[in-house]
DNA sequence: TACACTATGTAAGTCTCTCTTACATTAGGT
DNA sequence: ACCTAATGTAAGAGAGACTTACATAGTGTA
C-alpha cells in the first residue's frame, strides 16, 4: 500500500509537498501501529513539521484519514484490474481471479480493514465516484455477462449477480480477518472457499 | 437492542448494580450518537455517578464496550434462533431464513456495526466462545446437511458451506451498512439477493 | 453493640491528543 | 523592492481517558 510518490524533499522553511507527505506518513503509521489511533502530531513530526501545520492541509484528522482512505481504494481497484487482465475473457478463471484478488488485498492489508470498510469511509466514498465506471464492479459485471454468452447461460441481470459474488468475497474476508473462519471451520483455506463457492454458484446459474 | 435488565434501582451512596447499569446506559449512547464516541463521564452520568466510578467495574472504556459487545453477539444469537424454528428441518426455507435473520439484524443495528466487527470484537470473542455450541452457525450447519440428507445431495462438508452462505449474508450487510449497494445496484433489495444467491448455490449443489 | 474489612463511591488532578489563534517566513507576481 | 497568498511555528485551550487519595456503606465477627 505505498501512498502515490515520496515527497520532494526541500529542507526549507516550506515543505513543498506536505499534504502528500502526510498521507505517507498516515499510511505508514496505520500499518507500523496497526490502526487509525495514531496522534496527528506523529504524522506531522515525520514529515518534518510542527503538530499545527497538517491543518493548513486538512480540516481535522478524519480529512487525512479520509484521503488515505481514497489511496487505499485506488490501490484496491488497481490491484484488481491488474490481476484479471491475464485471464480471458468470458471464462470462469476471470471471474475468480477477480473475487481471489479482491480478497486477497484485504487479507493482505489487515491493518486498513478498518479504515476501509469503516464508518469514516462512507464518507469518503463520494470523492471515489467519479472513478467508478473503470472500479473491480464494473470489470465483474462485464466478465459475468461475457461468461453468460459464452456458455449460453441466460442471466437477466449481471449486476446483480456480481453484488451476489462481491458480497461473497467480503463476507469472507471480513470474516477471516476477524477470526471467525478460524474459530469455526479451523484450517479453511479462504482461497479455495471462494473459488468453491463462485463455482457452485456459477454451476447454480448454468443448472437447467 | 436491550441489554440485559434494567438497573435495580437504588437512591443511596452505593447504586447496587452499577456494572450492568453501565452497560445499559453505553448501549443507549451508542445508539444515540450512532457510535462508540461518546464519553466514559457520559455513561457514568446517565447511571447516576461519577466519572470515576465506571472504572471500578472496567478496566478501561475498551472493557466496557467489550461486554456491551457480548451482549449484542447474544442478541443476535438468540435472535437467529428464534427465527429459524417456524421452518421445517431439512427445508431450503429453513435455511434462507437462517440467512435472513442474520442480514436482518445487522441491518437493523447499524450503530452497532462497528463495535460487533470492528478492531474491538477480536478481542471480546474468547468470552463468548463458551457459548458456541449453540450459536448460529451451528444451526446453519444443522440445517445444511439436514437438507442434503432430505435431497440426497452429496455434501462432503456442510460447515464449509455453511461459511459460504455466512460469508455471503456477511458481505451483503457490510455492504448494504456502507452503502456500496446502493452505489452500484440501486434500488436492489438485500434479502431478495440473499435468497437468491442462496438458491442459486443450493441449485449449484444439487445440480448433476 | 463495637470493630474491622472489603466493596464501591467521590473529588481533584494528570496526561495525551485534537484543534485554534496569533504571528513568522517564503514564493511569486507586478 | 513590495504586496499578497500560501504555508509554516509557538503556545495554549478544551475534551476526554485514566489515576490517586479519601469517604461511605454493607457485612461478618466478637
Redesign the interface.
Known amino acids: 500500500m505505498t501512498a502515490r510518490e515520496k515527497p520532494t524533499d526541500c529542507g526549507g522553511y516550506h515543505h513543498g509537498d506536505l499534504r502528500n507527505a502526510l498521507v505517507v506518513a498516515a499510511s505508514e503509521l496505520i500499518e507500523e501501529r496497526g ?1 487509525t489511533d495514531f496522534a496527528m502530531v506523529d504524522a506531522a513530526r515525520r514529515a518534518g513539521v510542527s503538530s499545527a501545520a497538517p491543518y493548513r492541509h486538512f480540516k481535522d484528522k478524519d480529512e487525512l484519514l479520509a484521503e488515505v482512505c481514497q489511496v487505499c481504494f485506488l490501490a484496491l481497484s488497481e490491484t484488481v484490474e491488474q490481476q484479471c487482465v491475464d485471464y480471458e475473457t468470458g471464462t470462469r478463471a476471470r471471474i475468480i481471479a477477480l473475487g481471489t484478488s479482491y480478497l486477497s488485498f484485504v487479507i493482505r492489508h489487515p491493518k486498513f480493514y ?1 479504515l476501509m ?3 469514516l ?2 464518507g469518503a ?1 463520494d470523492m471515489i ?1 467519479p472513478r ?1 465506471q473503470h472500479t473491480g ?1 464494473h470489470l465483474l459485471v462485464e466478465a459475468l455477462a461475457a461468461w453468460a454468452e459464452r456458455e449460453q447461460v441466460v442471466i437477466d441481470d449481471p ?2 449477480i456480481a ?2 459474488l ?10 477471516k480477518l ?4 478460524d ?3 479451523p484450517g ?1 483455506d479462504v482461497y479455495d ?1 471462494l473459488e ?2 463462485a ?7 448454468s ?2
Open positions: 490502526g478498518e470498510w469503516g464508518d469511509a462512507a466514498m465516484e467508478s464492479f449486476a446483480r453484488t451476489e462481491w458480497g461473497f468475497a467480503h463476507g469472507i474476508a471480513g470474516l476477524h477470526g471467525h473462519i474459530h469455526f471451520t479453511l472457499l468453491s463457492a463455482t457452485t454458484l456459477l454451476d447454480g446459474l443448472c437447467p
